[in-house]
Antibody
Framework: EVQLVESGGGLVQPGGSLRLSCAAS????????MSWVRQAPGKGLEWVAN????????NYVDSMKGRFTISRDNAKNSLHLQMNSLRLDDTAVYYC???????WGQGTLVTVSS | QAVVTQEPSLTVSPGGTVTLTCGSS?????????PYWFQQKPGQVPRTLIY???NKHSWTPARFSASLLGGKAALTLSGAQPEDEAEYYC?????????FGGGTKLTVL
């Protein structure tokens, strides 16, 4: 069974940093593109970034380029999102998603507040 | 980046049929956009109904189907049930990067 478990969310001040992680099981994460998707409270889904199987290609939504960095560790079947210079409007639930087939984790809440 | 458009809201009668669409600001939606459709109910994680235009998961009710129609991706619900009331999102791929539509709030009434 495909499972994705996010961690690393929490409360952070504006301008701060946070690193999200996603542990994959039930499949070989290194065989798939993987994405981060977020959803602000009461808002729609927003695709954040994705990364190719071997990490050689990464794509980002324009508004997060330069602030967010996606990475992966295939040996540990894991995905990460380094978020820097966090802003109030980055407050959201962040989901880890396997691109092919669209398998979702339960999400981790990031709250940016002073 | 591209803008993906969906109907903000639609209403369907129980047992009725409704089609949700997903358009692209760059032109016609084709199979190379690998359209996905997701269902999300309040307080729940989104659930993937359709991937790569028309492929269903084992959990996708048979009353849902998807295709390309008139230059858009389309999700058709035939025989709507009260439990189908939800927000529906489409997702398109543009050379690796992905963009969600704004979502369609489907009411079964």
């Amino acid at each position: 069974e495909v499972q994705l478990v996010e961690s690393g969310g929490g409360l952070v001040q504006p301008g701060g940093s946070l690193r999200l992680s996603c542990a994959a099981s039930g499949f070989t994460a290194g065989s798939y593109w993987m994405s981060w998707v977020r959803q602000a409270p009461g808002k729609g889904l927003e695709w954040v970034a994705n990364i190719k199987q071997d990490g050689s290609e990464k794509n980002y939504v324009d508004s997060m380029k330069g602030r967010f960095t996606i990475s992966r560790d295939n040996a540990k079947n894991s995905l990460h999102l380094q978020m820097n210079s966090l802003r109030l409007d980055d407050t959201a639930v962040y989901y880890c998603v396997r691109d092919y087939g669209g398998y979702w984790g339960q999400g981790t809440l990031v709250t940016v507040s002073s | 980046q591209a803008v993906v458009t969906q109907e903000p809201s639609l209403t369907v009668s129980p047992g009725g049929t409704v089609t949700l669409t997903c358009g692209s600001s760059t032109g016609a939606v084709t199979s190379v956009h690998y359209p996905y459709w997701f269902q999300q109910k309040p307080g729940q994680v989104p659930r993937t109904l359709i991937y790569d235009t028309s492929n269903k998961h084992s959990w996708t009710p048979a009353r849902f189907s998807a295709s390309l129609l008139g230059g858009k991706a389309a999700l058709t619900l035939s025989g709507a049930q009260p439990e189908d009331e939800a927000e529906y999102y489409c997702l398109l791929t543009y050379s690796g990067a992905r963009v969600f539509g704004g979502g369609t709030k489907l009411t079964v009434l």
